[in-house]
């Protein structure tokens, strides 16, 4: 079992930046893909960007390329989402995700194991 818990959200303006954290529970943290997830109101939880257990290997969707970077300290438990040149549509709630599985990078929410209780990003225009 693997607690997870954001922080970070906040509301900004276009243009701005934010770092979202999730802290793990538990001492299996490191043998874990990291994920982050967002759901905007009215639209399906969408993937944005995951890390591999060694941080190796990164994916993100096309629309945060350049702009959003994941990173996670294994030590500290903590997975970090760095969110630059904000626009209003980046606007959602942005979970954290756990996912057993570490052979390749999974970008579908179903697959992934355990999830934060997500932080709102509002970005104003």
């Known amino acids: 079992q693997v607690l997870l818990v954001e922080s970070g959200g906040g509301l900004v303006q276009a243009g701005a930046s934010l770092r979202l954290s999730c802290v793990a529970s538990?001492?299996?943290?490191?043998?874990?893909?990291m994920g982050w997830f967002r759901q905007a109101p009215g639209a399906e939880r969408e993937f944005v960007a995951a890390?591999?257990?060694?941080?190796?290997?990164?994916y993100y969707k096309d629309s945060v390329k350049g702009r959003f970077t994941i990173s996670r300290d294994n030590a500290k438990n903590t997975v970090y989402l760095q969110m630059n040149s904000l626009k209003p549509e980046d606007t959602a709630v942005y979970y954290c995700?756990?996912?057993?599985?570490?052979?390749?990078?999974?970008?579908?929410?179903?697959?992934?194991?355990?999830w934060g209780q997500g932080t709102q990003v509002t970005v104003s225009s």
């Open positions: 995700a756990a996912d057993r599985y570490t052979l390749y990078i999974r970008r579908k929410s179903a697959e992934y194991d355990y």
């Open positions: 890390i591999s257990k060694n941080s190796a290997n990164t």
């Open positions: 538990g001492r299996t943290f490191s043998s874990y893909t």
